[in-house]
C-alpha cells in the first residue's frame, strides 16, 4: 500500500490543504517527526488515529517497523513537525525502502518555508543553492561558509532561532560587509517579518531587536562590473551601454 508525504503547515494553521486533510483521513495509520506534535495537528483536525514516530535516533529502526506494516497492504501518511517533509528532517530511510519493495510513494504538497521565503524575497531565482542547516560546531560551519562563496546564485540557510547572530557572525567573517541579504522571521505567522538589506545592516538590527524566532536567511550573489576594453590601451570603452553580470 502506499506512503504518502504530506506536507502541514509551517506555522499558520490555515494552510493545511483539503488533500492533506483527505489523505490523512483515508490512510491506516499516520507516521510523524515528533509524536507531540503529531499528536497535536491530528486533534486540530479531528483525525484519530494509529500514530508512529521516526526521528534522527531511531530512524532505521522506526522504518523497518513501519514497512512492516506498508507490506501487510496499511496505508500510511508521514509528515514533519512543519512545512514539506525530507528538507532536513528524518524520513529518506523510510522512503528508499518503499522504492526498494516497489510501493508507492505519493506526494501531498503543500507549504514550504523554502518556496515561501523565495517567493517574497525580491531576488532572481532562475537558481538557487538550498545549503539548509549548517553544521553546529562553529569551525566545521565557518568551513562550510567559506565553501558557500562559490556559488554564483542566491543561497538559502536554516538554522535553529538561537543560533541566529552566530551564524551572521560568521557569515560577516568570510563575506563582504555590503553582501545584501534577506530574513524572513516567523513565515505565515503573527509576528511574520521580512528583513532586506546589508550584511552589517542586518546584524546590526538582529543585535539590537531580535527575539528567538524560526528564520530563514537568503544571501544574494554579489554584482561586479567587468574592466572594459579602451582602444588607447587595448581596452574597448563603451559609454552607453555597460555589462554587468554576476561571479
Not at 565557518?142 to 562559490?150: D, E, F, H, N, T
Request: proline share 6%.
Amino acid at each position: 500500500m502506499p506512503l504518502y508525504i504530506v506536507s502541514v503547515p509551517i506555522g499558520n494553521p490555515d494552510d493545511i490543504t483539503l488533500r492533506a486533510i483527505k489523505t490523512l483521513q483515508s490512510v491506516d495509520f499516520v507516521v510523524c517527526e515528533e509524536i507531540k506534535i503529531g499528536r497535536k495537528l491530528l486533534k486540530q483536525l479531528n483525525i484519530e488515529k494509529p500514530l508512529y514516530h521516526i526521528n534522527e535516533h531511531d530512524e532505521k529502526e522506526s522504518s523497518d517497523e513501519i514497512m512492516q506494516l506498508l507490506l501487510k497492504n496499511q496505508s500510511a501518511a508521514y509528515f514533519s513537525d512543519a512545512g514539506t517533509p525530507l528538507f532536513a528532517d528524518p524520513g529518506t530511510y523510510l522512503v528508499n525502502r518503499c522504492h526498494e519493495f516497489g510501493l508507492q510513494v505519493i506526494p501531498v504538497p503543500g507549504a514550504s518555508s523554502l518556496t515561501a521565503a523565495l517567493a517574497v524575497a525580491g531576488i532572481d531565482i532562475k537558481k538557487f543553492y538550498y545549503a539548509g542547516f549548517l553544521p553546529r560546531v562553529t569551525e566545521e560551519r565557518r568551513s562550510a561558509i567559506r565553501k558557500l562563496k562559490q556559488f554564483d546564485c542566491p543561497i538559502i540557510i536554516y538554522d535553529t532561532p538561537y543560533r541566529l547572530r552566530s551564524l551572521l557572525d560568521d557569515i560577516k567573517l568570510e563575506f563582504f560587509p555590503n553582501t545584501q541579504v534577506t530574513l524572513l522571521l516567523s513565515l505565515t505567522q503573527p509576528a511574520e517579518s521580512i528583513m532586506k538589506g546589508s550584511l552589517a545592516d542586518i546584524i546590526t538590527e538582529v543585535k539590537a531587536n531580535y527575539s528567538k524566532r524560526e528564520f530563514v536567511l537568503i544571501i544574494e550573489p554579489p554584482k561586479r562590473s567587468r574592466p572594459m576594453k579602451d582602444k588607447r590601451d587595448g581596452f574597448k570603452h563603451k559609454k552607453h551601454k555597460k555589462r554587468r553580470e554576476f561571479l
